[in-house]
T-cell receptor, first 111, second 112 residues
């Protein structure tokens, strides 16, 4: 079945550094969503992408829908301590109402 | 406007016991979902519903049942709990099949 692979699995960075993470699939997606989950909470949507090649920003976050439609990227600029959490990519499986989620990238920011 | 709420927040069961998790949303969303999240893994879909009175199986449905008798509520039942069902359970809802899913705060379930 369809799977989403996220890398890296975890990152430890210094406050102020930029962060890049990606999500890849063996099959095509028509929508990419990026979520952030903080400890003890449910995931919250950060950015939604609906077109191949689309580049969308939300404050210090920028996400891109890959041209091949098999990948997506999330960048965080000038990281701050509150960026700590797990970042998930997600996309709808073809022909269904169901989303699949990647395994997540765990981000820790050192002050 | 509470969004998506889940009850209870925590629960400990013994093997073989049953329980029901309640999810409620006040956004008039048609689509509702139940996921489980285990350490090191992403969210896995258990069951979902595309409207009142409808339910469908997700990726890991075995051992669970669901009901959507009212549009705003989606119930997840465990008839005979097993230790493998120890997990954090999240409910979500969305206005469309390809739109943002809004998540509840989760229920942490431990089965001894």
């Amino acid at each position: 079945g369809q799977q989403l692979n996220q890398s890296p699995q975890s990152m430890f960075i210094q406050e102020g550094e930029d962060v890049s993470m990606n999500c890849t699939s063996s099959s095509i997606f028509n929508t990419w969503l990026w979520y952030k989950q903080e400890p003890g909470e449910g995931p919250v949507l950060l950015i939604a992408l609906y077109k191949a090649g689309e580049l969308t920003s939300n404050g210090r976050l920028t996400a891109q829908f890959g041209i091949t439609r098999k990948d997506s990227f999330l960048n965080i600029s000038a990281s701050i301590p509150s960026d700590v959490g797990i970042y998930f990519c997600a996309g709808p499986t073809s022909g269904t109402y169901k989303y699949i989620f990647g395994t997540g990238t765990r981000l820790k920011v050192l002050a | 406007n509470a969004g998506v709420t889940q009850t209870p927040k925590f629960r400990v069961l013994k093997t073989g016991q049953s329980m029901t998790l309640l999810c409620a949303q006040d956004m008039n969303h048609e689509y509702m979902y139940w996921y489980r999240q285990d350490p090191g893994m992403g969210l896995r879909l258990i069951h979902y519903s595309v409207g009142e009175g409808t339910t469908a199986k997700g990726e890991v449905p075995d051992g669970y049942n669901v009901s959507r008798l009212k549009k705003q509520n989606f119930l997840l039942g465990l008839e005979s709990a097993a230790p493998s069902q120890t997990s954090v359970y999240f409910c979500a809802s969305s206005y469309s099949s390809v739109g943002e899913q809004f998540f509840g705060p989760g229920t942490r379930l431990t089965v001894l």
